[in-house]
């Protein structure tokens, strides 16, 4: 069955960036990692952007705590808890994989989940044989432990609102999957949702009420939403920017944030400076985490 292809609106909710991930609803704001200026951004509902938060190095993906704890990992491995603007570290991956993190996730519970990527662009790229992207769990203890591994690039990471699957975007896999979580938080064995052609590789990640996963695909430049079952319902094409993340939130839920850049090159996005954040409507509104 044929899906109708959406058109992003004719202007951005804002614009200006260097390069915007890990979009996330939280306070009625959308909150994002600017990864190339080190920092976090607070954007109104009015467009207007905050920074909330300089880091030492670059940040890759926020989430929250049940008490409002912002929670930041870098992609080097360091994972900051931001109060006030303050950034103190929580826990330091990096001894466990000096390849890059990415994207993280706090369960109802306050479990968090954060993905190891695998490689260090640009200066270590596996071959596919070779790849082994993991993810971790990590508890109050701040101890981290590997429950799932063996992805071509792990990149986003959502909880369906039953608590009972952790969707995966794999990104080199060209593939979407869904592993169920167990009472004590590890992670069973993987199941296939839905896998795209080698034109799509999907990146940021989340689900609604109905634990369909909206996915935004990076070089196919689009935006997709996947029932469980692997049935493509919705597309919305962000024509010639690169689809980098998707989220949810809004009053009630049905406001679909997406970020775009038009390239991954630091140097280039730093000069253009034109990654946006852009604001649709959905029919079925957000659920689950992020």
């Not at 959308?30 to 080190?38: G, L, P, R």
Request: charged content about 25%.
């Amino acid at each position: 069955m044929s899906v109708e292809v959406v058109e992003l609106p004719d202007t951005p909710l804002a614009t200006g960036f260097s390069f915007v991930e890990g979009p996330r609803w939280h306070d009625g704001a959308v909150y994002v990692t600017h990864i190339f200026d080190d920092a976090v951004e607070r954007v109104a509902l009015d467009g207007s952007a905050t920074r909330v938060a300089e880091l030492p190095s670059s940040p890759i993906s926020t989430s929250f705590t049940n008490d409002g704890t912002m929670l930041v990992c870098g992609m080097a491995g360091t994972i900051w808890r931001v109060t006030d603007g303050r950034a103190t570290e929580w826990v330091d991956l990096a001894p466990l994989d000096d390849d890059d993190w990415g994207d993280l996730v706090v369960a109802e519970d306050d479990t968090v989940y954060v993905a190891n990527q695998g490689f260090s662009y640009p200066t270590r790229m596996p071959s596919l044989e070779e790849w082994n992207s993991a993810i971790y769990r990590i508890g109050a203890d701040g101890v981290p432990q590997r429950v799932a591994d063996g992805f071509l690039y792990a990149n986003g990471l959502a909880i369906t609102p039953d608590g009972k699957w952790m969707g995966v975007a794999e990104s080199f896999g060209h593939r979407l999957w869904r592993l169920p979580i167990r009472a004590d938080g590890t992670l069973g064995e993987r199941e296939l949702v839905v896998e795209f052609d080698e034109t799509h590789r999907p990146d940021g990640l989340c689900s609604d009420a109905e634990g369909a996963l909206w996915t935004a695909n990076a070089t196919s430049r689009e935006v997709v939403r996947c029932t469980l079952e692997g049935e493509i319902t919705d597309r919305i094409s962000t024509g010639d920017q690169l689809a980098i993340g998707c989220i949810l939130g809004g009053a009630d839920g049905l406001d679909l944030f997406v970020t775009t850049a038009p390239t991954a090159n630091r140097a280039e996005a730093e000069q253009l400076r034109t990654s946006s954040i852009w604001q649709l409507r959905a029919e079925v509104p957000a659920g689950g985490r992020p």
